[in-house]
Structure formats: C-alpha cells, structure tokens
C-alpha cells in the first residue's frame, strides 16, 4: 500500500483528494482544492506535509478511504458550504480549539474519519477531549447530534449536576416547587431563592425588577433538583494569588472562604505595609484556612518593580506552581489562581466546590469567563459591596478577556501556562471544558473590580508607570497604555522627560477622576445598557460574618 501511495502521490487525482483530506475544512480548503484542479502545477504543500506524514506516521488509509469515497467527499464539502450536516443526525457544533457548544454525542474529525464520544457542554474541540486524532495534521471540526426542538431534551437541561425544567416563557406563569427559579435567555440570567410556588410570573418584577437581558424574549427555568447520587469526589477547593496592598482584604477572605465555600488560600504577599495588622485582626478559625508567602523586600531607593507588567505574569507563575505542590500534599482537588481584585461569583449561589466536583474524571481543566465591575462613580470606596452591575461584553472590557482556570491537582502533568491557565510541559491543552458554554452561561464566573477605588487606581499605575515606552507599547489593553503615560505624565518620570513631549497634561484629582470614570462607571461610552447583567451578592450577611 505505501508503494502504491508514493507511486499515486504523483497524480494529480491523488493530490485533489488528500488536498481536500488534509487541509482545514475552510479557507486551506479552498486554496489547496483550488490550486491541485491545474494538472500542470505542483501538489500544494499543505496537502504534500499530510501525504508524507500519513505514510510516516501509518496512515496511509486516510487517502485511501478519500479516494474510494469520492461521492462522499464532494457530498461533504457542499454540505459544508452550507453549514449543514453531514447527514441528517449531525450538526456542527465547534470547530478545533473552540468549546462545544451542547452535551451528548459528538464526532471530532473531518472528512471520512471521524471519533466519538459522549462529552458535556462546554468540553474543548480537541484531541484532549476524544483521547485520540482521527486525522492527523489536519484542522478538525466537532459535529454534534442534533437535538429536536420541543423534544424532552429541549425542555431539560443539566448544569453540572442539577437538572433545571423550562417552566415558561417571560409573561407566562412558571409552576416550580422548589422555588429557585431562573430568567433570563442564552448566557445572561437572574436568579430567585425562595418558597415553592404553585405560579411565579415569569418577568422581571419577580426577579427585583431586574432584567437580565433587556429588550430580548426570554423565559423561566425551575431547579428540579440534582439529575443523580452525590458524586462521590472531593470538593476541596484552593485559591491562590499574588497580592499587592489588596483593597480589603478581610471582606474578600470572608467571601471565598464562607460564602464560596473556598477550603484554603495561598497568598504570596508584596510590598503590603498593613498586612500584618490585617491578618492579625482575623479569627484564627480563619488564619488556619490561609498560607502566607513572603516576596523578598526591594532595598533600591526606587521601590517600584522595573517592567512590572512584564514581570508580574512570572511572579505569578512561580506561586501558582508552588501552590499546586502544596495542594497536592494537602489533598485539595481544584486550585484557582485569581488577583486580590477578583471574586470568584456564582450566580446560582453554589459553592465552588460543589460546581467543580461535577466535572467529569476525564477532564482536568475548567475555564472561567470573566467579566468587569461597572461601578455607580469615581466616589466608590467599598468597591465590591458597592457594585451591582457587571460587563459581560468582553470586546468592551478594559483590561483581560480570556478568564481564568481552575485545574485538578491532581493532574501531575499541568504547568502554570501563565496566569490565566494550566498545560502539560509541552504546551499541550489538558482536557478542558468551558464553562461559559454551557446551558445557561457560566455557572462560575471570575468578577474583576480593577483599578477600584481611584486612590487604587493612582498607586496601581504609579508603580507600573517604571516601565520602559517600548513596553508599554507591547501592552495589549488601551486603558493600561493611557492610565501609565498618564501617572508618568503626571509624576515627571524620566521616561517621559525622556521623549521630550510638549503636551502637558491636566493632573488635577477631578481631571483624573474624570478619566478615570470613563473607563470604569457607565460614562464608558463603549458600555452599553445591554452589556450589563446585575450582580446579586448577600453584602450584608457576609460582612456580619466577619
């Protein structure tokens, strides 16, 4: 057979079919398919690296399945260009690297060759997932069975190990016995604890008047309860983080630990004068639940870090590898690394632990969307019991979009991939599910409070304007590129007396504050009312915890 492959490898019939085996079910597609119909031109190269790679590598079937299919094949690249199905059961679902978007079977190939398996919503498209590569060296896709509207399947969902039963749509009434009632559409959803009743209203007046998603149809769900048994796995959760002079740092230990449900904290602590006074104010019920690192104190005259936005993400790092030896020898199963201005939020008010504990065994990685606070003025001072609201439109947000991850510990491979997530030493995803693609949205979300209050704000970029301008230039968000030319501006740093600028800057408080809202407060004119979904938080209850 391989003789015979090398032999055909000189035809341009040959070339036409690996071309369409080989490449990537889109624009590669098109450009190798495209240039293998001349006779005269050479075989693409994209379609030549698979060839060879499929007789090296023993897979040499891959284009003698193409060959032998050829009806099939061209059935399947016009059904594609549909955006249709292979056949009647499939839908696609995902390409490679995304998240599928609904659990139940689901196929991960292209072409002919194709692997099953029954995975959850939110599970990444990827070889991770499936355990094997069906077509190697080629750009997959996933294709999902299709679910039929109406059907039981339509009217239940699961939400990693609660079943919630559609109950009605938004003016209709919804029967729920058990009284937790959701409402909302796609990803953005309000939710209501409280006695069964035997008809809510399903609208926003049963909800605080909240509106999850204004101006959009939307509908009511009922917590039906847990869809099996207690799995059996521990729920032990542990947060790590590096902390800078954190904004209130009782109030967020007394959030994660009692009303998330968080079994311990690593801190690894910088450049924090009240530290010490604050940890000591703690309950020792709650100095137990807390491991303190020390940073080596700076002994420059110039405190600041140099390059600290560049350098922070490996100071992460480091803890964040730290942590995860120590968690394995304490027998926690999850650790989550988040900032001292993050909250990991619930918006079912479930434990962490709880949630993560019915992550299938098959998977070591769960990904946390983000979102930013929107807060009600420059005035705030209690920035996280303050905030009602939060920006989910992450193509608005003013610093990261790409969340964070919770990673099982006891998965020995998984390295600290910066801060945001874990691979295993050769940068190869774990098998991950997305937690925003599940049914209703995330079920975990990371809410990030940055730069808040102002005063927080000024300190924040003081410190990080010790950064050269060729790096700031590198930095990826706007709103950190003008908030450090700004404090330098406005501090005579030698990098800007440096570049020799003209323009002076107004650095009076209001002026500041006034740049300030109008990235951080609804002045943002990218923000929009649509963006915004509440942010329902027991304040009161927490803070008498403390």
Same mark, same amino acid.
């Given at each position: ?7 055909a ?8 079919t ?30 030549? !690296? ?22 099939h ?51 990444? &498209?990827?070889?991770s ?18 679910v ?14 609660? !079943? ?55 509908? &009511? ?8 048994? $207690? ?52 309950? $020792? ?9 020390r ?9 600041? @870090? ?6 922070l ?46 992550? @299938?065994?098959?998977f ?12 009600p ?55 991950? !599910? ?27 970029f ?37 570049a ?18 109008q ?18 938080? $027991? ?8």
């Open positions: 057979m391989a003789t015979e492959l090398r032999r490898a000189r035809s341009p019939r040959m070339w036409r690996c071309a369409q085996v080989f490449t990537t079910p889109t624009r590669y597609n098109e450009v190798a398919m495209g240039a293998a119909r001349a006779a005269d031109r050479p075989m693409p190269r994209i379609a030549r !690296i698979g060839l060879v790679a499929s007789l090296f590598f023993g897979q040499a079937s891959l284009c003698e399945a193409a060959l032998r299919q050829r009806v094949r061209e059935r399947t690249i016009s059904l594609q260009a549909a955006d249709m199905p292979v056949d009647g059961e499939w839908q696609a679902c995902a390409e490679e690297g995304e998240a599928v978007a609904q659990a139940g079977r689901t196929r991960f190939g292209w072409g002919a060759m194709w692997v099953e398996s029954s995975l959850p919503a939110g599970a990444s &498209c990827s070889t997932s499936f355990g094997t590569d069906p077509a190697p060296f080629v750009r997959k896709v996933c294709e999902c069975a299709a039929v509207p109406g059907s039981a399947d339509d009217r239940l969902r699961e939400e990693l190990g609660l !079943i919630w039963r559609r109950c009605g749509d938004e003016g209709e009434s919804c029967d729920c016995k058990s009284g937790i009632v959701r409402f909302g559409n796609g990803q953005r959803w309000v939710v209501m604890d409280g006695p069964g009743h035997e008809e809510t209203p399903c609208g926003a007046g049963s909800f605080k008047g909240e509106d999850p998603d204004a101006g959009v149809p939307k509908e &009511c769900w009922c917590d039906q309860g847990q869809s099996r048994a $207690p799995v059996p796995t521990s729920n032990r959760v542990a947060v790590v983080m590096l902390s800078r002079r954190p904004p209130d740092l009782r109030l967020w230990l007394e959030y994660h630990v009692g009303h998330m449900g968080v079994e311990h904290i690593f801190i690894q602590v910088e450049d924090s004068p009240e530290f010490n006074s604050t940890f000591a104010s703690l309950k $020792p019920s709650m100095q137990q639940r807390v491991t303190v690192w940073a080596a104190a700076q002994v420059s005259g110039d405190t600041r @870090p140099q390059d600290d936005y560049e350098t993400q490996k100071r992460q790092i480091s803890v964040m590898a730290r942590a995860k030896q120590v968690s394995t020898e304490m027998g926690i199963s999850w650790l989550i690394h988040i900032d001292d201005d993050e909250l990991l939020y619930s918006p079912t008010h479930r434990h962490a632990g709880d949630l993560l504990a019915q992550m @299938p065994n098959s070591d990685q769960a990904y946390i969307p983000n979102a930013e606070a929107v807060y003025s420059a005035d705030v001072t209690n920035c996280f019991a303050q905030t009602t609201e939060i920006n989910v439109n992450a193509f608005t947000f003013a610093s990261y979009a790409n969340g964070k991850a919770a990673v099982r510990v006891s998965d020995s491979a998984a390295v600290p991939a910066g801060p945001h997530m874990w691979k295993d030493a050769r940068g190869t995803e774990l098998a991950s !599910i997305h937690l925003d693609h599940l049914p209703f949205g995330a079920p975990l979300i990371v809410v990030h409070f940055e730069s808040c209050p102002f005063a927080r704000w000024e300190s924040k003081w410190e990080l304007g010790n950064t050269a301008p060729r790096k700031i230039d590198a930095i990826p968000f706007r709103f950190y590129r003008d908030s450090i030319k700004r404090m330098q501006e406005c501090n005579g740093s030698p990098q800007v007396a440096a020799q600028t003209d323009v002076q800057a107004d650095c009076s408080k209001g002026s500041l504050q006034t740049f300030w809202a990235w951080k407060t609804e002045a943002n004119p990218s923000i929009r009312r649509e963006d915004l979904v509440p942010l329902n938080i $027991p304040w009161a209850n927490i803070q008498a915890s403390i």
